[in-house]
């Protein structure tokens, strides 16, 4: 049973615009996520993350948002960069603890120049 | 380079056969984590390990087992291999266990 659900394995952007990737999650307990970014043949590297106390998150070209009545989060990419062409996966986890995450199955961002 | 090293990066092995999967995590990180990655999946979380004890575990089979070493390094173990085992395996780590974790480049796993 997959707690965290990514339903878009791929998604194609024109750089420059906004890339919106879309997470689900069923456990009203998880209060914690994270977005990691993976190139092929490398480990995934952490993004961003947001707490369930807050309802966005900002770094940079990256912003989180978070609406925990729809158990919805989404990662916004303002303005998409060829560079950010890679997988992203959502996690999120129960209670500041860390030992286990639960990840969605990825969802591959195409920038096209 | 998160600093993270696992090794060998490819392995190819047949069924029934067991394998060892190596990682070092960065300097000063006492926790490791093990992560199974399917095809077509997201990370499933296998086990973790900090400072050398067991703190929880994932989805782990009972023909998989993992150990932490005192130099912090760890060691997964993978038992009576099956064509489903054929997967990315990540290692990550962290200082303390409740922040982020840094991921290693994985080892692919194809059991024939």
């Known amino acids: 049973d997959q707690q965290v659900k990514q339903n878009s394995p791929s998604l194609s952007v024109q750089e420059g615009r906004i890339s919106i990737l879309n997470c689900d999650y069923t456990n009203s307990m998880f209060d914690y996520f994270l977005w990691y970014k993976k190139y092929p043949a490398e480990g995934p590297t952490f993004l961003i993350s947001?707490?369930?106390?807050?309802d966005k998150n900002e770094d940079g070209r990256f912003t989180v948002f978070l609406n925990k009545s729809a158990k919805h989060l989404s990662l916004h990419i303002v303005p998409s960069q060829p560079g950010d062409s890679a997988v992203y996966f959502c996690?999120?986890?129960?209670?500041?603890?860390?030992?286990?995450?639960?990840f969605g199955s990825g969802t591959k961002l195409n920038v096209k120049p | 380079d998160s600093g993270v090293t696992q090794t060998p990066k490819h392995l190819i092995t047949a069924t029934g056969q067991r394998v060892t999967l190596r990682c070092s995590p960065r300097?000063?990180?006492?926790?490791v984590y093990w992560y199974q990655q399917s095809l077509d999946q997201g990370l499933q979380f296998l086990i973790q390990y900090y400072n050398g004890e067991e703190r929880a575990k994932g989805n782990i089979l009972e023909r998989f087992s993992a150990q932490q070493f005192p130099d912090l390094h760890s060691e997964l173990n993978l038992s009576s291999l099956e064509l489903g085992d054929s997967a990315l395996y990540f290692c990550a780590s962290s200082v303390s266990g409740l922040e982020t974790q840094y991921f290693g480049p994985g080892t692919r796993l194809l059991v024939l």
């Open positions: 996690a999120a986890s129960a209670g500041y603890n860390f030992n286990k995450f639960y």
């Open positions: 947001i707490s369930s106390i807050k």
């Open positions: 300097s000063g990180d006492l926790s």
